[in-house]
């Protein structure tokens, strides 16, 4: 009886066992089975060890929260988890494949970004008249830092700053005597340093000018190579010649730019040296290696300092022939005794010679080494006017296989003093016809040593200008002064009217400077033409400016599309900017003549009938429709007009050999981006 009693207990105990509840276990459930087995009609069952589950108990489990790994794989190995499994894990590495394909896919599409000086216009400052801070009369580095915000104020990212080497500058600074020190007069490497740094801060780039052809002859370079000291001895092109009863008798009949013998006869040396410039301006020998390795420590010792890019200047004149000859005359039959004019001669043997590009190339290999970081490319355009063999300009661009500059400095507008739709057509054309597949075009009407495009041209064809400018493809360069319509200073003897000082406001001196002279004439009428009574008119020039530059910047059709001719005479040019897979069009009909009307319905057939101003020289006319057969315009209007089209102009038969793209791209307005496989 007492066996039997402690079996009884032992069997009720482990029965009891079975109920402990770690946690995984409903509450519940426990509480059915502590009723279940102190009800009077079960007993308790005891815990078989060893024995096969009966059978429908594994068919009747089912997963619950908490379940522990024993149990959680037992789940798992069923079929109906195992596929599912299989099944979202096969599709995680499909779609992971097809997003990479689908990435790699868009970037082989996607047409190259546009650089940061492809992006902007160029604004180009002459920094002795742009801003004076300390009252001498002379703009510094420290006046431009201050006025970066009109910089920004024109939509503007890219300044260009010529030349503040140390030098005479007598000759507008390019006779240099130090490559490697700034100016005192436009202030200290300090306050360049602080310049760029600000430039940099507000999200702009700066370039500025490199002149490696020649020194002042009171460079240090110099001195020691008239005294035949060392390796300075070559750095120049000296050569005997015959000094008489204070006459010398050249080498050759070679002329300087300015007029006379480009030979100059020097009493230390007693030899002649060789200048394509002023006398005090000698050029340095470029056949030899120590001088070019001179100028890649100039290139690496501004890059250094945070300079973005250079405009090299007066590349073309590098190298000379070593065979001296005399170079043929344009009239034959002219005394050769009396040529004393650059342009009496054939410059056959002083410009563009064989090696010329390689030195060049070898700039743009330096500047490369600087232009790994992202976004710090290094930009390098090129000053060599060719006015006669648009050709040898081309050249500039290098070739598809290897870069020269990224673009040569188009100045084949400048030339112009007197205008009409046909010259403007005959140069843009001139340019886009001839510039190599896939380069990038550059246009400029004004520049340091140019008469202002209000005192060359007319003031009625400021804003005309501007909006040609503004709306070619390609990157344009704005004079300083040009935004507002500057004139050049009148005077009979002034040598320096167009580089007189920005007109910023009414105050004395129109604001350029506090102090009680300037160093150059201010225009008399700045208390009309400066930026701040600009500012606040909104029909000004300097806003319609602004509103041209942001266009530029915002519109992709004008960014990097299509142009197309459409019309030319003698009072008009016109032309459209269209992509790609928009249907969005901007055609320009700038009146470079009189006041006309002309029928583009009858040059586009495919024009809509009516079109919008989205901007005119003539703000009141803005937002206005105008019927496209009848567009009339007055002399030094322009009209920026807007419309929507399924037929652009660059795919129609007729105007194939009108058309021309630098950058092609096509716009997907499904996927909002840019692709090549148009």
């Not at 589950?53 to 024993?70: D, L, T, V, W």
């Not at 020691?224 to 050249?250: E, F, M």
């Not at 290094?378 to 290098?398: H, K, L, P, Q």
């Not at 059709?557 to 019309?567: A, E, L, S």
Request: aromatic share 12%; glycine share 6%; net charge negative.
């Amino acid at each position: 009886m007492g066996d039997e009693g402690m079996k009884t207990v032992s069997i009720e105990l482990g029965g009891k066992e079975g109920l402990e509840n770690n946690g995984f276990v409903p509450s519940e459930l426990l509480d059915e089975k502590e009723t279940d087995f102190t009800g009077q009609d079960k007993a308790p069952k005891p815990c078989t060890l060893g024995t096969e589950p009966e059978a429908g108990q594994e068919s009747a489990m089912r997963p619950y929260a908490g379940m522990p790994k024993e149990v959680l794989l037992q789940f798992s190995s069923q079929a109906r988890y195992r596929v599912t499994r299989e099944i979202l894990f096969w599709l995680i590495i499909a779609s992971s494949l097809l997003l990479v394909a689908a990435t790699i896919a868009i970037i082989a599409m996607s047409p190259k970004c546009l650089g940061w000086w492809q992006a902007s216009p160029i604004y180009q400052i002459y920094p002795r008249s742009f801003k004076d801070t300390d009252s001498d009369g002379n703009g510094d580095l420290k006046g431009i830092q201050e006025k970066l915000d009109h910089i920004q104020y024109l939509n503007v990212k890219t300044i260009w700053i010529t030349s503040f080497y140390k030098s005479a500058l007598n000759d507008s600074g390019y006779g240099i005597e130090d490559f490697q020190e700034v100016d005192p007069m436009f202030g200290t490497m300090k306050d360049f340093e602080e310049l760029v740094a600000a430039i940099h801060d507000k999200g702009l780039k700066v370039i500025m000018d490199l002149i490696p052809n020649h020194t002042s002859n009171t460079h240090k370079w110099f001195q020691l190579s008239r005294n035949r000291n060392g390796k300075y001895t070559d750095y120049y092109i000296w050569h005997d010649c015959v000094q008489a009863s204070g006459r010398t008798i050249p080498p050759n009949n070679w002329v300087s730019i300015l007029g006379n013998s480009s030979w100059q006869y020097d009493e230390v040396r007693k030899q002649c040296y060789f200048h394509q410039f002023g006398k005090n301006q000698p050029d340095l020998n470029f056949r030899n290696s120590n001088v070019q390795e001179e100028i890649h420590n100039i290139i690496r010792f501004w890059l250094g300092k945070g300079i973005d890019g250079f405009s090299v200047s007066t590349v073309k004149f590098l190298l000379e022939a070593t065979h001296l000859r005399n170079e043929p005359q344009v009239n034959k039959s002219q005394n050769p005794d009396s040529i004393t004019a650059y342009s009496e001669l054939y410059h056959d043997y002083t410009t563009t010679q064989v090696g010329m590009h390689d030195i060049v190339r070898s700039f743009r290999h330096t500047m490369d080494k600087f232009s790994s970081e992202p976004g710090r490319y290094r930009f390098m355009g090129t000053e060599a006017n060719d006015e006669d063999n648009i050709g040898e300009t081309m050249m500039y661009y290098g070739t598809s296989f290897i870069q020269e500059a990224d673009f040569p400095f188009n100045f084949y507008l400048m030339n112009m003093n007197q205008i009409s739709g046909n010259d403007i057509f005959e140069l843009v054309s001139l340019w886009m016809k001839n510039m190599p597949q896939g380069k990038w075009p550059s246009w400029a009407v004004g520049d340091p040593n140019t008469a202002r495009i209000s005192s060359r041209i007319g003031k009625e064809y400021i804003n005309v200008i501007n909006m040609l400018l503004l709306t070619l493809p390609g990157t344009p360069t704005t004079y300083y002064g040009e935004e507002i319509g500057m004139k050049d200073t009148p005077s009979e003897t002034l040598t320096f009217s167009e580089k007189s000082p920005m007109q910023w406001d009414v105050s004395l001196h129109a604001g350029f400077s506090d102090g009680d002279l300037t160093w150059t004439l201010v225009n008399p009428d700045y208390s009309n033409v400066n930026v701040k009574v600009q500012k606040e008119q909104r029909n000004s020039t300097l806003n319609l400016y602004r509103d041209l530059s942001s266009l530029r910047t915002n519109e992709l059709p004008i960014h990097r599309g299509w142009m197309c001719y459409v019309w030319n005479d003698s009072n008009v040019f016109a032309y459209v900017r269209e992509l790609d897979g928009l249907d969005q069009v901007f055609m320009m009909v700038l009146n470079f003549g009189l006041e006309t009307t002309i029928d583009l319905q009858a040059s586009v057939p495919a024009l809509p009938l009516e079109v919008v101003i989205k901007f005119s020289t003539n703000i009141s006319n803005r937002g206005e429709t105008v019927n496209t057969r009848t567009i009339k315009t007055e002399k030094g209007e322009g009209l920026v007009l807007e419309y929507r089209t399924s037929k652009p102009v660059h795919t129609t038969e007729g105007f194939k050999d009108k058309c021309f793209v630098a950058e092609k791209a096509c716009y997907s307005s499904t996927f909002n981006l840019l692709y090549t496989s148009c």
